[in-house]
């Protein structure tokens, strides 16, 4: 069993910045890809960003030059740095991993509960 929890959502005024975390634990033989989704209000989830296990990165238009999304392979976290925030940036966060774990030996999605954002003009 995988669990990925997140942390460091809030509140913050438009032009801000936050730092987002989602720790990978359980029974990991490894990790591919890593990403961060978002959802707002009465719209489809969306891919804000993904890192590959070699840390190639690729971001939605919405969010390039504003935020960075990084790895620590060591402690099976992911980041999300978003700076120059704007009150559309307003979703609920979710992490998201391709892990190969000891039980299926093969690649499965999981995914974080989700942490709330929320960017005020």
């Known amino acids: 069993q995988v669990q990925l929890v997140e942390s460091g959502g809030g509140s913050v005024q438009a032009g801000g910045s936050l730092r987002l975390s989602c720790a990978a634990s359980?029974?990991?033989?490894?990790?591919?890809?890593m990403a961060w989704h978002r959802q707002a209000p009465g719209k489809l989830r969306e891919l804000v960003a993904v890192?590959?296990?070699?840390?190639?990165?690729n971001y939605a238009d919405s969010v390039k030059g504003r935020f960075t999304i990084s790895r620590d392979n060591v402690k099976n976290t992911v980041y999300l740095q978003m700076n120059s925030l704007k009150p559309e940036d307003t979703a609920v966060y979710y992490c998201n991993a391709a892990v190969v774990d000891y039980i299926r030996l093969r690649p499965y999605d999981y995914w974080g509960q989700g942490t709330q954002v929320t960017v005020s003009s």
């Open positions: 890192i590959t296990n070699d840390g190639s990165t």
């Open positions: 359980g029974s990991i033989l490894t990790i591919n890809a």
